[in-house]
């Protein structure tokens, strides 16, 4: 009964918002405004312009969340590459899609090469660096599609970490995607995130 509950959960699709003839959220600075109306919603907009409403992560989500971000936070504290994000930060794509990692990385001179003005708003940049983290009601098919999105808007290396099955998955530029089949493995920030490793057996499902 339990297991069937969960996959109910994993199989709830977000949901999806066409506003199109009533509010132009293809524009960036309305999208701004409209989330900061709406801020205990969690929004993305599609490359369509229409809004993605997300359920929001568990407890135990939530939780692997906030070590993941600081762990990566506290490598780039270290060695202050550049800048890292949290999941509230949203970046607008070259595909005019606005998208929000669980986890995200930029180079410095990347991040300052953008007018203040717009690094106060939805940011017009892809990370060279981001997770998404899956939750129990992230479904999995969707979220390798938001994958594919990242990697084809300009990110360096990407991670899809799947605590649920204890998988996850590497994007690289022009490569073929990575499947790890254990937490007992670490991941590599390779040239991305240089020196900084991740070992997957602290984003395992608790008992």
């Known amino acids: 009964m339990l297991k069937e509950k969960v996959q109910a959960i994993q199989d709830t699709e977000p949901i999806v918002l066409d506003f199109k003839g009533i509010i132009d959220l293809e524009d960036d ?6 989330c900061l109306q709406n801020r205990e919603l969690r929004i993305e907009r599609t490359q369509e312009g229409r809004l993605i409403i997300m359920l929001p992560v568990g407890g135990e ?9 600081l762990h990566v936070a506290y490598w780039n504290k270290t060695n ?6 949290s999941s509230s930060g949203g970046f607008i794509l070259g595909n005019r899609a606005m998208r929000a990692p ?9 991040w300052k090469a953008i007018p203040l003005l717009k690094r ?10 981001v997770v998404e983290l899956r939750s129990e009601s992230d479904n999995l098919n969707k979220l390798k599609e938001k994958m594919t999105e990242w990697m084809a808007n300009g990110c360096r290396l990407a991670w899809l970490i799947d605590p649920l099955e204890e998988k996850a998955y590497i994007y690289r530029p022009n ?9 007992n493995e670490k991941l590599s920030g390779e040239n991305v995130l240089p020196g900084f ?11």
């Open 29 to 34: 600075d309305k999208l701004f405004d409209f």
């Open 61 to 69: 989500g939530g939780i692997r969340e906030s070590t993941l971000n």
């Open 80 to 85: 202050k590459l550049g800048k890292v994000f």
């Open 102 to 110: 669980d986890v995200s990385f930029i180079e410095i001179d990347r």
């Open 120 to 129: 106060k708003k939805f940011a017009p940049i892809c990370p060279d660096f």
């Open 175 to 183: 490569k073929e995607i990575e499947e790890i089949s254990s937490f």
């Open 197 to 207: 490793e991740l070992d997957l057996s602290e984003l395992r499902e608790e008992e």
